[in-house]
C-alpha cells in the first residue's frame, strides 16, 4: 500500500486546519507578535506553496516524556577541576561522586570545557560516543529569550512557571494547561495528508497527550501489547449470552437519527476500523525482543526490563514503525512516558535506577532500529516538565526552569552538546534562584530543528510553532 504525495494544495489545507486551531485557542502567548498580526502573517506564508513539506521516505519522531521534572544537573557533569568545585558546592549531597562519572567527548558548543556521565547511564553514553546521540544544553519553556534582570522584572517570563500541569503543558503544546493542541499535533495536522492512513499520524503508547493533539488529527493510542478493542464487540460471553457481543456490533453499524448515537456509532466505527488496520499490520511484524534485567554498577541487576513499562511502551512504537509500508505511513509522531521523577526526596535513592531503566530502555530501541535498517528514519528526544533546582532542600530538589536532555538517532549529527551548557553554580548570569536555571535555548527551538528535520518547511513551522519568529536559529541537530 502506498501513500499519496504531499502536495502545495495540501499543505494550503493543513494550513487553514492550522490557523483555525490557533483562532480557536488563543492563549499561546507571544511577545512583540500579538495574535491578529501573527495570523495575518501566516496568511500570507500560506501563498508560498513553493515551501510545502517535504514528504518522501519514511521519517518518525519520537517523545519520551519524563513526568516529575527530571533532575539532569546530574546526566551530565562539569569534569574538569574548577566546573566540577562549582558543581559540587551548589549540589552538596546530591552532587555524583566524580569516581562514578564517565568522561564524554566534547565537541560542540561546550568545546574546551570537560564533562562525564554517571556510570548508570553508560548505554545512553555509548551512543553518544557512537555519534548516535547528542546531548541539548540548558533548554527549557520560554516565550523569547530573556535575561536575569527582565526574569526579576516579570517581564517575557512564561505563564505559571514551576507549576507542574502548567509546565507539562508548555514544554508539550506552548501554552498553559487547558491548552487544546500540541505542536506535535499540530505537526501530525500538516502531515497526515502524506499518510494512506491518517489516524495512525500521532500514536501514543501512555495515554493521552496534549502534545500529540491536533485541530484534525486525533491521537490514536495504544496498550503495550497493541490496539485497545472495544469492550464486548464481537464476544460470544456478555453475562451469559452467546449473542449480545454480535449484536452491539450490529448497532454501532446501524443508521441512526439521533445526534448523539450517530456521532458515537461513527467513532465507534472508526476505532474498530483503525484497530482491524492496525491488528492486520502488526501481524506481520516482528521485530527484537526486550532483554534481560536493568544493570547497575556493580552488576547489580534491577526491575526486569521486559516487565518495564517504558521499554515495553518503546517496544509497541517499533512494532508500528515496522508496519510503516504495510500501513502506507509516511510521517508519524510518537509519544511514551515513565513516571517518578519529581524527586522532592530520596533523589539519591532513586535517581541511579531511573538513569539506568532510561538509558537501558533507549539502547534498547536505538538497537532494535539498527538491527531493522530504520536508524536513520527514526528521531527519539527526552523531555520533562522542568529542570529542577541545583541547590538540596535536604533530601531532593524542587521545581526549576532550564535543563539537559538527549537527542537520539541515525541521522542525528552526535558525540556534540548543543546550545550553552551553563555554569553549574549559584550565583551565575542563569541562576534565577537556587539554582533555578534560566534556559539559553526554547523549546520552541528544539522543535523548530526536529519538525525541519520531518519536512517541514519555515511557513509551516511557524504555524506548529507561534512563537518561532521571536527566536534565532535552533540548534543543528541533523
Known amino acids: 500500500m502506498t501513500s499519496k504525495p504531499y502536495r502545495a ?12 486551531g490557533l483562532a ?30 517535504t514528504t518522501t521516505g519514511y521519517k518518525a519522531i519520537v517523545c519520551l516524556y519524563m513526568n516529575g521534572g527530571s533532575d539532569t544537573h546530574n546526566w551530565v557533569v562539569p569534569t574538569d577541576a574548577s566546573g566540577y568545585a562549582e558543581y559540587a558546592g551548589a549540589r552538596g549531597e546530591l552532587a555524583w561522586a566524580a569516581n562514578r562519572l564517565q568522561g564524554i567527548t566534547v565537541t560542540g558548543q561546550a568545546s574546551g570545557r570537560s564533562f562525564g556521565m554517571p556510570l548508570e547511564l553508560a548505554s545512553l553514553r555509548d551512543l553518544y560516543e557512537a555519534g548516535q546521540a547528542a546531548i541539548v544544553a540548558n533548554v527549557g519553556p520560554l516565550v523569547r529569550p530573556i535575561t536575569k534582570a527582565e526574569y526579576t522584572a516579570g517581564t517575557g517570563v512564561p505563564a505559571k512557571l514551576f ?3 502548567d509546565q507539562a503543558s508548555t514544554w508539550q503544546s506552548l501554552a498553559p494547561e487547558g491548552a487544546r493542541s500540541g505542536w506535535g499535533g499540530r505537526m501530525g495536522d500538516i502531515l497526515m495528508s502524506a499518510n494512506a492512513h491518517p489516524v495512525f499520524t500521532t500514536v501514543s503508547a501512555s495515554g493521552n497527550a496534549v502534545f500529540l493533539s491536533g485541530s484534525n488529527v486525533s491521537q490514536y493510542q495504544v496498550g ?7 469492550n464486548a464487540v464481537g464476544s460470544t460471553g456478555i453475562f451469559g449470552s452467546t449473542s449480545a457481543g454480535g449484536a452491539l456490533q450490529r448497532a454501532y453499524a446501524a443508521t441512526a437519527t439521533d445526534r448523539l448515537q450517530m456521532e458515537y456509532s461513527r467513532v465507534m466505527q472508526r476505532s474498530l476500523s ?12 516482528n521485530v527484537p525482543a526486550i532483554p534481560g534485567t536493568v544493570i547497575l554498577p556493580g552488576n547489580a541487576t534491577g526491575t526486569t526490563l521486559d516487565k518495564l513499562s517504558l521499554a515495553r511502551q518503546l517496544r509497541m512504537v517499533l512494532q508500528i514503525i515496522a508496519a510503516n509500508q504495510a500501513l502506507g505511513m509516511q510521517r508519524q509522531v ?3 512516558q515513565m513516571g517518578g521523577f519529581d524527586t522532592h526526596a530520596h533523589q539519591m535513592r532513586d535517581q541511579p535506577t531511573q538513569m539506568a531503566q532510561v538509558a537501558q ?3 534498547y530501541f536505538m538497537s532494535a532500529l539498527n538491527s531493522m535498517g530504520l536508524q536513520n528514519n527514526i528521531t527519539l528526544f527526552t523531555a520533562s516538565d522542568f529542570g529542577r533546582t541545583l541547590q538540596s532542600n535536604g533530601d531532593g530538589s524542587d521545581h526549576g526552569w532550564g535543563s539537559h536532555h538527549f537527542v537520539t538517532g541515525g541521522a542525528v549529527k552526535g558525540k556534540r552538546i548543543v546550545g550553552n551548557f551553563p555554569i553549574t553554580g549559584l550565583g551565575t548570569d542563569t541562576d534565577v534562584g537556587s539554582g533555578r536555571l534560566l534556559p539559553t535555548l526554547g523549546v520552541t527551538q528544539l522543535a523548530s530543528s526536529l519538525a525541519g ?3 517541514l518547511s519555515v511557513a509551516e513551522q511557524q504555524l506548529v510553532l507561534p512563537t518561532l519568529p521571536n527566536f534565532s536559529a535552533g540548534p543543528v541537530l541533523f
Do not use: K, T, Y
Open 453 to 455: 528535520w520531518m519536512g
Open 361 to 363: 530502555s533507549i539502547s
Open 163 to 165: 507549576s507542574h500541569n
Open 24 to 53: 480557536a485557542s488563543a492563549a499561546i502567548p507571544q511577545r512583540g507578535l500579538p495574535l491578529v498580526s501573527s495570523l495575518a502573517s501566516l496568511a500570507a506564508l500560506a501563498s508560498q506553496s513553493s515551501q510545502a513539506a
Open 274 to 285: 483503525a484497530n482491524a488496520a492496525l491488528q492486520g499490520a502488526l501481524s506481520g511484524v
Open 9 to 20: 494544495d495540501a499543505s494550503r489545507r493543513s494550513f487553514l486546519r492550522a490557523v483555525s
Open 334 to 336: 510518537f509519544m511514551v
Open 224 to 230: 503495550v501489547e497493541g490496539p485497545v478493542s472495544a
